[in-house]
């Protein structure tokens, strides 16, 4: 598999407005390794280059403002420039902003996250199973119930393409989808009690949903799962249920 370079342009305007503490490393330049957690160099609040690391995979973003948000993440906009790997760029791909994880911003392959329940800011993995790394970019809470949601870019010869129907997977569910077997599982739910998961086949380079199975919990904590496929399922994932 080959390595990458991407440069992300991103236009705005944002003041810093907090300074560097040890939980919000990842907003103040300080490069992170994404598996420990743990810094692989002295901070510089000042520097305008932040490096994150992962499974032996780097990315530094360099020119971003970020202030910090009530959650504690960062809204990073400006002149962003965002790179991966140490060979020969792709062009740029140019966002409005990105939202920067305090804790493991980089996230690397197919796996659990390093810590339950982190939201990575950015996401290397496979998802049109080509064989070359694709790239998840954390940029608004589309997703369901303030989850970040991501635009998803496929790697290819030219440059990197968006492609709208990963990106969707995480719009009104809850994270980035997660792979079993041959299939990649989106999330959602409505309030405490019901859950489901969308599955979906890759096919030419696409997500094609395969079914979705609905988990109820009734008030006496038992649970009954029912599996939707063809037009019910299509009719579920378009909201009309």
């Known amino acids: 598999m080959r390595q990458l370079v991407l440069i ?18 990842a907003l103040q330049s300080t490069p992170t390794d994404s598996t420990t957690g743990q810094p692989t160099a002295p901070a510089s609040p000042s520097a305008e280059v932040r490096h994150f690391a992962a499974a ?12 910090v948000q009530p959650g ?6 400006g002149d962003i420039a965002i790179s991966v790997g140490e060979v020969p760029s792709l062009p740029p791909i140019e966002l409005r902003e990105v939202l920067l994880a305090r804790e493991f911003p980089l996230h690397v392959g197919e796996g659990e996250l390093a810590k339950p329940g ?39 010869d030219e440059g990197w393409v968006l492609s709208p129907d990963f990106s969707a997977l995480t719009e009104g569910r809850m994270g980035t989808p997660r792979r079993d077997g041959d299939a990649w599982v989106a999330f959602g739910k409505s309030g405490c009690c019901q859950h489901w998961e969308e599955r979906y ?19 006496d904590g038992s649970a009954t799962t029912e599996v939707l496929r063809g037009d019910e399922a299509a009719a579920h994932v378009r909201g009309e249920h």
């Open 8 to 25: 992300v342009a991103v236009f705005g305007l944002a003041a810093c407005s907090s300074p560097a503490t040890s939980e919000s490393s």
């Open 56 to 67: 032996g995979r780097e990315l530094s973003m360099e020119g971003a403002t970020c202030a």
């Open 72 to 77: 504690g993440y960062g809204l990073c906009q």
């Open 118 to 156: 982190a939201t990575p800011s950015f996401v290397l993995v496979d998802y049109d199973r080509d064989g070359t790394e694709d790239l998840a970019v954390a940029v608004d809470r589309l997703g369901g119930y303030g989850h970040w949601s991501y635009s998803v870019y496929l790697q290819r």
């Open 201 to 219: 086949d890759v096919m030419e380079g696409k997500p094609v949903l395969r079914d979705v199975a609905i988990t109820t919990v009734s008030a």
